[in-house]
């Protein structure tokens, strides 16, 4: 029998990368291994699942359109019970956890119901997008990421315009960035708007704004090999 006041487990506040599952952070990799629970969102992707012990409880706790939600309060109770239970719990979430992630929120909360934790870093999707659509982060001139901004692409692009920006400014937008199914479009704050419609981009994408868009033509190494990349998934 189990005792009735076990040894309260840990929590691991971990990043699972921004898709592909070989970009995941070592760390990341040994505390899925050691998790009794897993409480994963929707854009981690689910084969690192499997690296998992036998039996290990997982659940799904993401937003999907359509869906009900389970609220942010219901997570945070989930992982404090399940640590209590003496469970190791893993706290799975897309891309880096701190980076539009709740990590700190979520970590706030079990510091106040006393719960040991631990923040994995991950690759955040930006990074990701960055290094397989071929466009560095950084230049002179500045460059602007933008996160969950697609569906209102043309409203960011004019409020750029009328800020100061040049309508010649590149923009590119990264769906799916590092997975098989990764798009790509480029164009101007003028023009992107209708590039992402006529290229029918969706979530998750990211919006990179400024000169660094120009190494895109240059140093697009991963569109050649979606496919071959796509089998090796397989
Ligand atoms: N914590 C995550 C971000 C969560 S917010 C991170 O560090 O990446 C969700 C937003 O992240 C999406 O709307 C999208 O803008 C971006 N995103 C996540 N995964 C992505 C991917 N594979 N490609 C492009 N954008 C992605």
């Not at 019970?81 to 893993?90: H, N």
């Not at 990349?229 to 397989?234: E, G, L, T």
């Amino acid at each position: 029998m189990k005792p009735a006041n076990p040894q309260p487990g840990k929590v691991y506040i971990t990043g699972a990368g921004p898709g592909d599952s070989q970009l995941l952070t070592l760390r990341a990799k040994a505390v899925i291994e050691l998790a009794d629970t897993i409480l994963f969102d929707n854009l981690v992707n689910q084969d690192i699942l499997d690296w998992a012990k036998p039996g290990v409880e997982k659940i799904f706790v993401g937003k999907l359109p359509y869906c009900s939600v389970i609220t942010q309060e219901t997570i945070n109770q989930w992982m404090v019970d399940k640590a209590l239970e003496g469970k190791q719990v893993v706290r799975l979430k897309g891309g880096d956890p701190m980076i539009f992630g709740r990590g700190a929120e979520e970590a706030a909360f079990l510091k106040e119901n006393g719960i040991e934790f631990e923040i994995v870093p991950g690759v955040t999707s930006a990074l990701a997008a960055g290094a397989y659509s071929g466009i560095p982060m950084t230049h002179r001139d500045g460059t602007i990421v933008f996160y969950m901004g697609v569906k209102n692409i043309g409203e960011i692009a004019s409020h750029l315009v009328n800020a100061g920006k040049s309508v010649e400014t590149l923009v590119a937008v990264v769906e799916n960035g590092s997975l098989p199914q990764q798009k790509v479009v480029t164009g101007n704050l003028t023009t992107i708007s209708q590039e992402v419609e006529a290229a029918n981009i969706g979530t998750p994408a990211l919006i990179i704004v400024g000169e660094v868009v120009k190494y895109h033509q240059e140093i697009n190494w991963f569109n050649s090999i979606q496919e071959q990349y796509q089998q090796r998934i397989a």
